[in-house]
């Protein structure tokens, strides 16, 4: 792409939030393009691939219940992408056979590069200008910005610092997310998730027990650690939190596990939108060029991150009409 020929979009991020807006956009006819600094789609619907295990390290399942995000979800079903997940929930649903196929399903047919951080945002003769650390990276006539609240806060400071005061309101729990992999033999009878309030085991599941599962020749196991607990421990080391969260399991569980061949953890700092923004603030430029979206907007889930990025198409359409 050359980034001195203006687009009609530029979408930061490639999570449900951008891709809701990707899509919108692409049906409304506009030249968009998404960039993202993450090396895959999807955000924080992710899967992460290590050492032959398969972990679904972000969100663990999604629910459903606008109709827009139903007929939706109804789609990705239809194309293999969701299953349903009865024992989540009646609305629920998982990826398949990975939490991220949800999101390279709604990207296909997009205009997506990943890896490029965005480092400064700014009004440039009538358009919106989007840097990275080397340079120009594009233009566009409008833009929606879906980075987590305090980054997108700073993203926005200097072209649109009236929407500063969305974000300065949003707050988030962290999460750590630890993953186990063990032999085939490790695997028990099929078992629903374990959750649980508080404490280092908020939500587990054996991967192979997901409706649609990937294959995978070991078993491997994610625990996502409770709120409370997550923010307690915050600062440790990976090693530490994933010894600890698997002693935890054990005994929620009632099984004893022999050492894992490969375990690891992942720190969310900015999990799950705990106060979504205040919703007097704007949520749209006062120029009318640059909109937010983001689940901090309107929720805490899939389904508000991917309403939101709707959301921001409709009013820079207004604005622009
Ligand atoms: C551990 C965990 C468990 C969860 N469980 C559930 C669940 O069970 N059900 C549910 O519905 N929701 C769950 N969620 C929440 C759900 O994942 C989010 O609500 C949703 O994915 C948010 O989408 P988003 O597009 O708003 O943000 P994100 O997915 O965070 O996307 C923002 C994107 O912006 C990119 N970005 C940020 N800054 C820049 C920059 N400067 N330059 C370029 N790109 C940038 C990021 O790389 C990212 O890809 C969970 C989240 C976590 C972390």
């Given amino acids: 792409m050359n980034s001195s020929t203006p ?6 991020g490639s999570g449900m939030a951008g ?21 895959r789609i999807g955000g924080r619907v992710s899967t992460r691939r290590a050492a032959g295990f398969t972990f679904n390290h972000g969100a663990q399942f999604l629910t459903a219940r606008h109709p827009d995000f139903v007929n939706t979800c109804d789609d990705a079903v239809a194309a293999g992408a969701l299953r349903p997940w009865p024992v989540s929930g ?8 990975t939490m991220r196929d949800l999101p390279s399903f709604l990207g296909d047919h997009l205009e997506i590069t990943q890896g490029v951080e965005i480092t400064r945002v700014e009004n440039h003769d009538g358009l919106v200008a989007f840097h990275d650390a080397s340079g120009l990276v594009a233009t566009a006539r409008q833009a929606v910005i879906t980075a987590p609240a305090p980054q997108a806060k700073r993203l926005v400071a200097d072209a649109a610092p009236e929407l500063g005061a969305a974000a300065a309101t949003a707050t988030y729990a962290p ?33 192979a027990h997901r409706p649609g599962a990937v294959a995978q020749d070991g078993a491997a196991l994610t625990i996502q ?14 090693a530490p939190v994933a010894e600890a969260i698997l002693a935890a399991w054990q005994v929620a569980s009632g099984t004893a596990l022999g050492r894992p061949s490969y375990m690891a953890a992942h720190r969310w700092r900015y999990a799950r939108v705990m106060t979504t923004a205040n919703a007097d603030a704007p949520r749209i430029s006062a120029n009318g060029r640059i909109a937010l979206a983001g689940d901090w907007l309107a929720g805490a889930r899939v389904e508000d991150a991917w309403l939101s990025g709707r959301m921001a198409i409709e009013r820079l359409a207004a604005a622009a009409a």
Avoid: Y
């Fill in 225 to 238: 650690a409770a709120p409370d607990w997550s923010e307690e421990h915050l600062e440790q080391d990976q």
């Fill in 90 to 97: 009646r609305d629920a649903f998982c990826g398949a056979p």
């Fill in 7 to 12: 687009l009609d979009l530029v979408i930061l």
């Fill in 175 to 207: 999460c750590w997310t630890a993953m186990f992999g063990f032999d085939a033999d490790a695997l028990p009878e099929h078992t629903a998730p374990i959750q649980e309030k508080s404490g280092p085991v908020g939500w587990g599941v054996w991967e």
């Fill in 19 to 39: 891709l809701a807006a990707a899509q919108l956009a692409r049906a409304n006819g506009l030249k968009a393009v998404v960039f993202d600094k993450g090396r």
